[in-house]
């Protein structure tokens, strides 16, 4: 009985062992993933004053700035003081930007002058009550 559940457990170890790899993606095809990812990312921002970054890099490096311009294998990103640093894809680790789309800022408009437009209502609706 002990051989026998030994051998499964040994089979069962042996596949595994076989099968895991089998899924494992290589090092080279993560980093082509996540510099894809964050060109993708970096594009949907476009390029401009209005298309503000923070980066940090792979080597801990902090940038903030707009994004100035942008090719295929790397991107500038221009600070406040007017630094321009140019940066490969491969390199950010993590990269924040905030420029919101038309249709967000018209939602927020929006969004802005109906919560007015409800305050003025109940309020002229409270003034004849009294």
Do not use: C
């Not at 295929?72 to 940066?87: L, P, Q, R």
Request: proline share 2%.
């Amino acid at each position: 009985m002990l051989k026998k559940i030994s051998s499964l457990i040994l089979s069962t170890l042996l596949l595994q062992a076989a099968v895991v790899p089998a899924f494992a993606k290589s090092d080279s095809n993560k980093e082509a993933e996540r510099a894809e990812k964050v060109r993708t990312q970096l594009a949907k921002l476009g390029t401009g004053t209005d298309a503000r970054v923070k980066l940090e890099l792979r080597d801990k490096t902090k940038l903030e700035g707009f994004i100035s311009e942008a090719s295929a294998e790397n991107f500038t990103v221009t600070d406040s003081a007017g630094k321009a640093t140019t940066v490969a894809y491969p390199q950010v680790r993590k990269a924040q930007g905030n420029n919101l789309s038309t249709g967000a800022k018209i939602a927020i408009g929006a969004g802005i002058a109906a919560a007015i437009i409800l305050i003025v209502i109940w309020h002229m609706i409270s003034v004849n009550e009294q």
